[in-house]
């Protein structure tokens, strides 16, 4: 009976805190990429891009980010002007 | 057909070693032939638990550096003669066996035995990516605790870019009373975490370290649950489909006596 009420008012057990909080890590692990692929994956992007448009290759940013509980893979890149074909 | 096996964790001291002399011995009660090659170079231990220490001559190293065959290194279990230990160098380092040498021994080993299986040393450097690359089989221990969670999804992780797609999980030492209570995470949590095949699940049993320290692994041994659920996961590995038991909590009268010590 007391263990019972005491229970209500406890804090989220320990197991669950645990959980939650190795599923919010295991996101960032699984998603870490190493920096030579990123990299590489600068390079790519920037080849793909200029053949369309002139962009700022030295104020480009390409980050993987957590959102809530996914990744995203978010750029920011400069674009100077288009190459018109 | 005969299968390798590699018992892998990621972090230390989760159990490995023991679960492959448990393994071991298991399969050898079943009739199986069975060698098991410890890779723990310079931390030789699977000798120890098999109760085997005094009758090594020749390590894996002698076989893998072409010194001698292997069938001269293996030693063979006092009590089941159809298990073999291929012991550990106690003095090189990780690097001294390299992954093609492994493939070269094991496919040797194929022709004669049933089962190999691998004791792995902790972490993914040299003697993780050795040890995997001759097994068609994983089986990664873990704890349900944070940390061994982290490192088993790693190792799964690692084990799926070499291309080692047949992996199960043992969780080891759980305790019942702290799932009961909600301090501890539960299968269900663990499987919602790495979504990997379970075969195994251990209880923290006391009786794991008195076997240890006796030599003689306790699978099979129906006094204790982690002989218990070891008998299980060998018949398990054998294909054969065993509910999960239902672990015995301490009841109230136990806790006491263990409390006051009686
Ligand atoms: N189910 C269990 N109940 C109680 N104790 C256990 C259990 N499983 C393992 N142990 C104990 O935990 C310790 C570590 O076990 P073991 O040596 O098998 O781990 P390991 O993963 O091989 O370690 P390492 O990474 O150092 O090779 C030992 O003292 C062992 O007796
Ligand atoms: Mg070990």
Known sequence: ?85 | MSEVIVITSGKGGVGKTTTTANIGVGLAQRGKSVVLIDTDTGLRNLDLLLGLENRIMYDLVDVTEGRIPYKKALVRHKKYESLFLLPTSQIKDKSAVNPAQLIVLCDELRKEYDYVIIDCPAGIEQGFKTAIAAADRAIVVTMPEVSAVRDADKIIGELGRAEKDNISLIVNRIRPQMVESGDMMDMSDIDDILAVKCIGQVPDDEMVVTSANRGEPLVGNPKSQAGRAYANIVGRILGEDIPFMEFEKEGLFKRLKKALGI
């Open chain 1, 1 to 85: 009976m007391l263990d019972s009420l005491l229970k209500i008012f406890s804090k989220e057990k320990s197991g669950k805190v645990a959980k939650r909080r190795l599923q919010m890590v295991l996101i960032q692990d699984r998603a870490s990429v190493s920096p030579e692929m990123m990299n590489q994956l600068r390079d790519d992007i920037i080849q793909v891009i200029s053949k369309y448009m002139v962009i700022n290759q030295s104020d480009m940013e390409i980050t993987l980010e957590n959102v809530d509980d996914s990744v995203a893979l978010v750029a920011n890149i400069p674009v100077q002007n288009m190459k018109h074909h």
